[in-house]
């Protein structure tokens, strides 16, 4: 006999065996998530196996979506407020409640993980007895919640570190938000048990029911058992105890020094946890996700990592209407260190490469750092040596344009120079197909004035990679004044094939990236011109969240180029830019002491070549002076507005039109601090929305200079509480 019962979000079957599935599928929405219909359907789900316990044999979690569950609801916890607090507590307690009533209903719970169970979809498969999930590499695993500035609050931290240990849950999957694939999630513990294909999986499920079905203890959780000890042991052990005093510290140390809510409310969380009961636990969890979800960091990163870049990987940023494509094959002009990383990113993706340099020895080292890159997988496991070798055989290096002929794209990476740009689009030209897009990797010259230099200025654009290529997302295209709709949406579809971001902005001197990054590392330098110590320059900046500090990145990108940039800008413009607080610096930098930056061997840092970098004592002798008192909050904030405030001119120029763009853009292109959103977020959430960030700015203003007054645009923008 079989009954089924409808309810909200969750449906009941039971079969002849008595094996209750409990099938997840929100009639109204595409995905299940933790809304009011879930939480009603497994209310009355959970009673009903209550009432009908002595004739059910287990229970089968199922889902009815392609992903077994995407998770808590984004909108909501966005929206939480501080005043919010004690409603979202009980909320989350009630979710929890099911679920701990679950695996205490003393019969066998598995659940069959059809697809990826992300956040709270791992949460609930957490509380089955038995997890099976299906041999699909796209399936994901994994706890994102800290990249959004959250935590695991619906039983991920108390379960994890219950099933797998403190050091194990922390570090495999609490602390980074790793996703993984169904074996690597079985591997490091999550998953129980693999079936080849969907058609076997509730057959598994099932089976693996009726095989326990007497053996109480496959029905009760390893917490509940007597006896039960914590894998790896309890804080107190010897073990932990050596190894959890150093980690707050060490933890400290790969943040640096940030403030990162959410890694921190995590460790307390898994710390504290650890050693009292599964239910004190389960509340001491629920008040550290309250205190997150209800602050200001996680609505920031919310919006950033999940709601702005889904905006732009769904097509906002792309023209509409146009056919979606693909390429093929494409050619790298340049096989320096970008035309390099650009053809390994594209042969990855399974793009054929032409990869052309002035001689066959230069292109084949361009192609040599592939292997280099390639060979570095398949020594750490990561990649067979045959997929390795077609990925390289993709590469096709070469002096000679011919070989470009048939390529759907090129991608120009030569020096930066206007000339010679021209020179190696005309020579591709002769053998492309007239519809092959032209792009140009320049991250300085107008994209405009280069398009001028080929035949079809409407298939010209910019596409600016970041360095090193591999690592990098972020791709920044540049419209020039000529570039079709046509040519931005097969950018935009280059980008996409290749597994990048990209963000689409207007031409313009430094485009939107390098501009607003200019204004962090002039601001760095004019903090040494008034004298701080430059300890106290880069600490602050990391303190602030930026994964790296202005001094060491200025040294990185070299002093010299950044005085090519001004005095080309002021070629350009007229204007007098060597008055800008930083550049005297800079200048004597060079001029005087000989310091050019990194590549050059010496700037802010020394590079010793046994060594780390340390800062050359001569910044402190001839620039620090002991009366200088910048407080560190104002140090920060000079970062933070000065880049914020050049987004707003962006903006106010027309440069960038997307809040996702300027957001992503900042984040994943120049490390303004992930913690704030980006530049537009940070603006528009700062105390007091945009006013409170234009009464700000004007207290810089009055305080460092001039740079920092808010425009009458941003002014006018403010007061009429717009956002971006
Ligand atoms: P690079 O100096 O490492 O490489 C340039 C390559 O172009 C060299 O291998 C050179 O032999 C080759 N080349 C010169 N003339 C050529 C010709 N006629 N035909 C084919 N190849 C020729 O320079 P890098 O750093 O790779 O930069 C390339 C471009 O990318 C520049 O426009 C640069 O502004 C831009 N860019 C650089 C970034 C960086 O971080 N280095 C970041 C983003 C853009």
Request: hydrophobic residues 45%.
């Amino acid at each position: 006999m079989s009954t089924t019962t409808e309810t909200t979000a969750v449906r009941y079957d039971k079969d002849a065996d008595g094996i209750v599935t409990l099938t997840l599928d929100d009639p109204q929405a595409s995905a299940n998530t933790m809304n009011e219909r879930y939480v009603a359907g497994m209310a009355a789900a959970i009673d009903q196996l209550e009432s009908e316990r002595d004739d059910v044999t287990g229970v089968i979690l199922a889902s009815a979506k392609k992903t077994f569950f995407a998770g808590g609801n984004l909108k909501l916890l966005q929206a939480a407020q501080p005043e919010d607090a004690g409603r979202f507590f009980a909320e989350i307690e009630t979710v929890k409640s099911q679920l701990r009533r679950l695996e205490q209903i003393g019969k066998p719970v598995v659940a069959a993980l059809n697809g990826t169970a992300l956040g709270g979809g791992l949460e609930i498969a957490l509380a089955a007895h038995h997890r099976i999930a299906v041999d699909d590499p796209k399936s994901k695993f994994g706890f994102p919640e800290v990249t959004l500035g959250l935590l695991p609050g619906g039983g991920g931290v108390t379960r994890g570190v219950r099933m797998l240990g403190l050091q194990d849950a922390l570090m495999n999957w609490l602390l980074q938000g790793q996703q993984r694939g169904p074996v690597e999630a079985k591997e490091k513990g999550f998953v129980d048990e693999i079936v080849a294909t969907q058609d076997d999986l509730l057959p598994a499920a099932r089976a693996w029911i009726l095989a326990n079905k007497d053996d109480e203890e496959a029905a009760t959780q390893p917490w509940d058992r007597p006896g039960y000890r914590m894998p790896g042991g309890t804080p107190s052990s010897p073990k932990l105890a050596a190894f959890l005093p150093a980690f707050p510290a060490n933890l400290r140390k790969q943040l640096k020094g940030a403030a990162y809510p959410a890694p921190r409310a995590i460790l307390s969380a898994a710390v504290e946890g650890a050693q009292v009961d599964i239910d004190t636990a389960s509340r001491i969890e629920s008040r550290y996700l309250t205190s997150l979800a209800t602050g200001p960091v996680s609505s920031s990163m919310i919006q950033a990592f999940f709601f702005d870049l889904q905006a732009i990987s769904s097509g906002s940023l792309r023209p509409k209407g146009i056919e979606p494509s693909k390429v093929s094959r494409v050619g790298v002009l340049g096989a320096g260190m970008m035309g390099a990383g650009i053809a390994y990113a594209c042969a990855t993706r399974g793009i054929d490469v032409v990869l052309k340099d002035v001689s066959v020895e230069g292109a084949d080292k361009g192609k040599a750092y592939s292997a280099g890159l390639l060979d570095k997988k398949v020594s750490k496991g990561r990649m067979t040596a045959e997929a390795r070798d077609e990925i390289l055989a993709r590469i096709t290096p070469t002096a000679d344009a011919a070989d470009l002929k048939g390529c759907d794209a090129v991608i120009e990476a030569v020096f930066e120079d206007a000339g010679l740009k021209a020179k190696v689009f005309a020579e591709a030209e002769e053998v492309l197909g007239d519809d092959a897009l032209l792009c140009s990797n320049t991250s300085t010259l107008p994209i405009t004035a280069l398009a001028e230099n080929v035949s079809r200025p409407k298939d010209f654009i910019g596409l600016h990679f970041f360095s090193p290529v591999d690592k990098m997302k972020l791709v920044e295209i540049i419209r020039g004044k000529e570039s079709s709709d046509e040519t931005l949406a097969r950018a935009i579809d280059i980008v996409q094939q290749i597994g990048k971001i990209p963000i689409v902005v207007h031409d313009s001197r430094g485009f939107y990236t390098s501009r607003v990054f200019g204004t962090l590392i002039l601001e760095a330098a004019a903090l040494v011109e008034e004298g701080v110590d430059p300890a106290t320059i880069e600490r602050a900046a990391t303190m602030a969240g930026f994964p790296a500090p202005p001094l060491a990145m200025l040294d990185e990108v070299s002093l010299t180029l950044t005085q090519h940039i001004r005095a080309e800008a002021m070629k350009e413009t007229g204007v007098d830019l060597t008055a800008m607080p930083g550049t005297a610096v800079i200048d004597r930098m060079v001029g005087e002491f000989g310091r050019k930056g990194r590549a050059a061997g010496s700037g802010f840092y020394d590079y010793p070549a046994d060594g780390p970098k340390k800062f050359w004592p001569g910044v402190r002798e001839h620039f620090a002076k002991a009366e200088t008192d910048v407080p560190l909050r104002d140090i920060q904030d000079r970062y933070l507005f000065a880049m914020a405030l050049e987004t707003a001119k962006c903006f106010e120029e027309g440069v960038i039109d997307s809040a996702p763009a300027a957001n992503i853009g900042s984040i994943f292109g120049i490390g303004f601090p992930p913690i704030t959103g980006g530049t537009a977020q940070f603006m528009q959430a700062y105390d007091g929305g945009l006013a409170g960030f234009v009464a700000r700015a004007r207290e810089l203003a009055a305080a460092y200079g001039p740079r920092f007054e808010p425009s009458p645009w941003l002014v006018a923008k403010a007061e009429r509480g717009e956002a971006f």
